[in-house]
């Protein structure tokens, strides 16, 4: 089954902890990205990928970091957790040479950072 | 600041009536314009989009439009059905690796 799959779906910390969000795809699909979901505000994007060890700057990158060192992988890592980083985090995948309506969207990352 | 807004947080709609969700954009230079829908506990799936070239694209009982001149777009759902019920995004994008999302409309469909 295609599908996008991140852990772990929940999560509860405290600020300065660091921690790694997983998310890995098994479509072989070249662009990934991370958005976070607020409410009043939507889904923002964090990082997007758009094939391995190429990464950008989406609209909120501040307080996070991501790699992409295989192609069915891209971790989302806090390195210093806050408060303000306690959101609804959606990892998503597509093919690179497709538009944007063929991006899957995995089921999600609740973090509540205390 | 938000380039992609979605002024309706809600809207309730009878089964078999026509739900109507609208989209205002900023940014002149989106070329493609697409619609989510989400569902509690689960990931944004695609729904419907559009192309900055056309003004109308139909897709069974979902409809887009497109107003480049106001920077609007809106999707009508007809007939409403009780599996309509979920929060739906537009999203918007310029060069197909930014996305752009409103807030979201919370579409309850009553029987």
């Known amino acids: 089954e295609a599908q996008v799959t991140q852990n772990p779906r929940y999560l509860i910390t405290v600020t300065g902890k660091k921690l790694t969000v997983t998310c890995s795809q098994n479509m072989n699909h070249e662009y990934m990205s991370w958005y976070r979901q607020d409410p009043g505000l939507g889904l923002r994007q964090i990082y997007y990928?758009?094939?391995?060890?190429?990464?950008d700057k989406g609209d909120v990158p501040e307080g996070y970091k991501v790699s992409r060192k295989e192609k069915r992988n891209f971790p989302l890592i806090l390195e210093s957790p806050s408060p303000n980083q306690t959101s609804l985090y959606f990892c998503?995948?597509?093919?690179?040479?497709?538009?944007?309506?063929?991006?899957?969207f995995g089921p999600g990352t609740r973090l509540t950072v205390l | 600041d938000q380039q992609v807004k979605q002024n309706s947080p809600s809207l309730s709609v009878q089964e078999g009536r026509i739900s109507i969700l609208n989209c205002d954009y900023t940014n002149s230079m989106f070329d493609y314009f697409l619609w989510y829908k989400k569902y509690p506990a689960e990931g944004p799936t695609f729904l419907i989009s559009?192309?900055?070239?056309?003004d109308k694209n139909e897709d069974g009982r979902f409809t887009v439009f497109l107003n480049k001149s106001a920077k609007h777009l809106s999707l009508h759902i007809v007939p409403s059905q009780p599996g309509d019920s979920a929060v739906y995004f537009c999203?918007?994008?310029?060069?197909?690796?930014?996305?752009?999302f409103g807030a979201g409309t919370t579409v309850t469909v009553r029987a």
């Open positions: 559009i192309s900055s070239i056309k």
């Open positions: 999203a918007a994008t310029l060069n197909d690796y930014k996305l752009s």
């Open positions: 998503a995948s597509r093919p690179g040479d497709r538009e944007a309506d063929t991006q899957y």
């Open positions: 990928s758009m094939n391995v060890e190429v990464t």
